[in-house]
């Protein structure tokens, strides 16, 4: 319903219509596992057992693929279950094409887990198009980034990456957590398969863990529900609920989420105690360009380098008061962290060292609430 209306209404009533039972205009938390049949095998739309459909579940899906722009949304009970559903396309032997800057956990997940089933990846800059071009085999399946990156923040040309991965017969899956899609489309880009952390923006009040994937091809709809509905990583329908309750916010979020980082960054940039500024808005970003052409707007998130070093990233961290010292991103309360130590804790140093995610980087994740008070409370925390 709706799907051809603008962003914003598309936010509020994609994939919901009025309950058929009472006419309630919220879709209900339908907390059933399972589904009374007419008589054997003959039930109504496929909802025979939830892990497999659920009506609130149904809905969120129906909705994020709306905001998409895709034919088929599913949703996960994390982001991880997502990336390993996509992950499960592949065969021992295959090799995948992975940028080299991606979430901890999407690494661990390649390295620890699927590495061990024979699916071999390489790492590569794919701001250098050269080196990607040159990371491919004969065995490529798939390519996997992240655009913006995390935590150092760079842009990858999804339309350029989307022509290099089909060129060689590939898939390629976007992660689009860090943007969302009131901030970049990847499908209309050329990506096969979109990637949340329903955690972060989507869901964006830090109160439930969750993850999608939303296509624009029937038929891999088809092959990810397979795996999906096999593997078992659904959502609960109380989560299902807070999410779609969170969408239907998502473009009045983003908005202030990427006025205020706007701010924050450009203050920082004149702060001594601050080295560097990496924030995509940011002319010095040094793929700024492709950042404006395939965004309508810069993010919420920053990156800086502190002139003091690791010392001086503990002083900070510790002295923040309406920022907080936390994992995760996206949500409505601005957070902050120390990659290093934290999110990316499970990246072997020489890797880390490899892309500049040194022991001075600290990532913002900036908030709603008033950026003068944000401004102010990373001032002191500076001093
Ligand atoms: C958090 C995150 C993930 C993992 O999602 P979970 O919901 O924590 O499982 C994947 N990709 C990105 C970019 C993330 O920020």
């Excluded at 661990?108 to 080196?131: C, N, P, W, Y």
């Excluded at 995390?150 to 990456?161: G, R, S």
């Excluded at 891999?220 to 397979?226: H, I, S």
Aim: with cysteine; hydrophobic share 40%; charged share 20%.
């Amino acid at each position: 319903m709706h799907n051809d209306k603008r962003f914003a209404t598309r936010c509020i009533h994609a994939g919901q219509s009025p309950d058929p039972t009472t006419g309630a205009i919220t879709t209900p938390i339908y907390l059933t596992s399972t589904y009374v049949q007419r008589s054997p095998g003959e039930f109504k739309d496929g909802y025979d057992y939830s892990r497999s459909k659920n009506p609130t579940r149904q809905a969120l899906e129906d909705n994020l693929a709306a905001l998409e722009g895709g034919v088929r949304g599913l949703s996960f009970s994390s982001g991880l279950g997502s990336i390993d559903c996509v992950l499960h396309l592949l065969s021992s032997g295959d090799h995948v094409v992975l940028c080299d800057d991606v979430y901890g956990g999407t690494f661990r997940l390649f390295k620890r887990v699927f590495e061990q089933l024979g699916i071999t990846f390489s790492r590569v800059d794919m701001t250098d198009h050269d080196a990607t071009r040159a990371a491919f085999t004969d065995k490529t399946k798939l390519v996997w980034l992240e655009t913006p990156t995390n935590p150092t923040l760079k842009i990858i040309d999804i339309a350029a990456m989307a022509e290099m991965a089909h060129a060689k017969g590939a898939l390629l899956c976007v992660d689009n957590t860090f943007a969302t899609p009131a901030l970049q489309n990847p499908l209309a880009l050329g990506a096969d398969i979109v990637s949340h952390s329903t955690t972060k923006y989507l869901g964006g009040h830090a109160d439930v863990v969750g993850g999608a994937l939303i296509v624009k091809d029937e038929e891999l709809g088809d092959k990810l529900w397979f795996n999906q509905n096999s593997v078992g990583a659904v959502p609960s329908p109380m989560d299902c609920f807070l999410t779609l309750r969170s969408t239907k916010t998502l473009h009045v979020r983003m908005q202030r989420h990427c006025e205020n980082a706007a701010k924050v960054a450009d203050h920082l940039a004149n702060h001594k105690a601050i080295e560097k500024v990496v924030y995509p808005g940011h002319t010095t970003h040094p793929q700024h360009e492709v950042a404006k052409k395939q965004m309508s707007d810069f993010g919420g998130m920053i990156t800086v380098y502190l002139a003091g070093g690791l010392d001086a990233a503990k002083r900070m961290l510790e002295r923040v008061q309406i920022f907080s010292l936390a994992e995760s991103l996206g949500g409505v309360e601005s957070l902050i962290e120390h990659p290093a130590i934290m999110t990316h804790g499970s990246v072997p140093p020489e890797e880390r060292a490899k892309i500049g995610l040194t022991d001075a980087l600290v990532r913002l994740s900036v908030g709603i609430e008033d950026v003068a008070d944000q401004i102010a409370d990373l001032d002191a925390a500076l001093a």
